[in-house]
């Protein structure tokens, strides 16, 4: 009962602060072992708890400790494998067995040394890329929290917007910044001739793997929000957002005549200058006014004949 006591104080002395990679991966009772023979050498004697602050001051609040356990995703159990290493042949080493303080700071120092310079040798996040998206490889493990820290932005992505003419060909694609696990599906679904990011408001299309999605010849009802969904397993990773414009085909052509008359009219080309004094101006017929002229002359001439 003394011991199941001693260690509950210990509990509370090692988690009296913020946490760190000591107390995400070290067993307790391993903890209870190593300092069961810490000798306070100021009093002469054995003081648990002061073996507990050394490892808080020592492993909980130093920045290189912390540091060296922000690793990427799945090294987290190298970072245990690579305490366990450190701490586990001291617990066994210490238990039952008394030790001065200043043996405790020397072999602990020394452990956390070799601690971070271990894991500071496991790979780095590439770190997080805005700006929308649950990116899993951008995540840094914590080990204040003995979590992983995403990166935190919304999973929906801001809008693409494509122009396109009625008829024509058009494609909206469905890619990010980050790296993509492997096991992922894309759903793309589509809401007609709104500009939204409502869910409720989109129907399915189509789902695979292929981040294209394709219209051979576009029409007006294909105008509005397409929304690509990719998922790894159950989870939703991002969404991607494309505001799809038609132009009718009968606008572009009546814009296309507004320029070239524009045109036209700014270089002064296709037109017959008129001059000045139009009352003495000779104003020629048109060639198909002068050619109905003589056919009918010609038929005339003929009929009088006979």
Known sequence: MGSFVLLLVCVGLLFSTSLSCYQCFVDLTDSYRLCWGHIWT???VRNVGSCFRTLDRIFNNDAGVIEAGRVGEGYDKQL???LDA??????KEFDKKRNDDVVYEERLQTAADN???AASKLPRVSGCFPPCGFQARGAVYNCATCEYDSCEFPLDCPFKEIK???SSGSQMWCNVSFQLPNDIEMIWRFAEEVKTQQVDQFREVTAGLDPLYSIRSTSLQ???TYQCEIYSGRRSIVRVYSYLNVTPRAVVGHSELQETFDQSVLSGEGFVPVPDDSSHALLLPPTLLLTACFTAVFHLFFLFLG
């Not at 450190?86 to 617990?91: F, R, V």
């Open 42 to 44: 100021k009093y002469n």
């Open 80 to 82: 245990k494998e690579i």
């Open 86 to 91: 450190q701490i586990l042949p001291l617990a």
């Open 115 to 117: 601690f971070i310079a």
């Open 164 to 166: 396109v003419t009625e």
């Open 222 to 224: 294909h105008q509005g």
